[in-house]
């Protein structure tokens, strides 16, 4: 999952980034107004943690245009202010929960994981291929029954190509999605990882799920290859 952190303090920016990443999180920062609007309406977040007090444009107005244009990511608010007209002012806006600094980072963490199973796409049922199942709420993978041990970045890697389940998701979109824009290792991280779940998914079963769509990407689907 991919989250987007606006956020103009850097030094509690780079603090977040690393909480986040801690909980197998990609996330991207940033710290004014309108980048934090050029990247949430470029990249599909699955949450954007917005501080009101932006500078360029504030987070009131970053929340009210990304909802004018139909992007419904969910929105957490940040921000020193604690009046209840401007946590008012913040729902109204769009946002979708609101948390006042300081805070506790375990606080925070569990908001989080409430907004995303509330998203549409997160109150999902287990998701299947063939007799492959993921429960996003317990994070337990089998097949065929067998319980599959993932690391958090097999799972996160997992998770992804089963909710894009039969798409085509490209090497770029993959990294950015499970590591994050910023990311500057192994040129061929997104490889190894489809190697280390195919050992895991695929290896002593019968059917393949997971595919190579050669110069384009990978997919997960139970339809064997032409």
């Not at 009210?64 to 992007?71: C, P, V, Y």
């Not at 946590?87 to 908001?111: C, H, N, T, W």
Request: hydrophobic share 40%; net charge neutral; charged share 30%.
């Amino acid at each position: 999952m991919r989250i987007l952190v606006a956020e103009d303090d850097k030094g509690l920016a780079v603090f977040l980034k690393k909480a986040l990443k801690e909980e197998q999180y990609s996330v991207d920062i940033c710290h004014d107004g309108e980048e934090a609007l050029f990247l949430a309406e470029s990249n599909p977040y699955d949450l954007v943690i917005l501080d009101i007090m932006l500078p360029l444009k504030n987070g009131f107005a970053v929340c009210r245009q990304l909802r004018d244009q139909g992007i419904a990511v969910p929105i957490l608010m940040l921000t020193a202010r604690s009046q209840v007209k401007d946590r008012v002012r913040g729902l109204e806006e769009g946002a979708d929960d609101y948390l006042s600094k300081p805070f506790a980072i375990q606080e925070l963490m569990a908001r989080i994981r409430a907004l995303l199973r509330r998203n549409q796409d997160y109150k999902d049922k287990v998701l299947k291929v063939g007799d492959l199942q993921l429960d996003p709420a317990s994070r337990k993978v089998t097949r065929e029954g067998r319980s599959i041990a993932l690391t958090g970045k097999e799972y996160a890697l997992l998770e992804y190509l089963m909710r894009n389940r039969g798409k085509v998701l490209p090497h770029t979109a993959i990294l950015e999605h499970i590591w994050d824009m910023n990311y500057d290792g192994l040129s061929n991280i997104v490889n190894v990882y489809i190697n280390y779940l195919r050992e895991k998914v695929d290896k002593g079963f019968p059917c393949r799920y997971i595919h190579t769509v050669r110069g384009v990407g990978y997919k997960i689907d139970e339809i064997p290859e032409d």
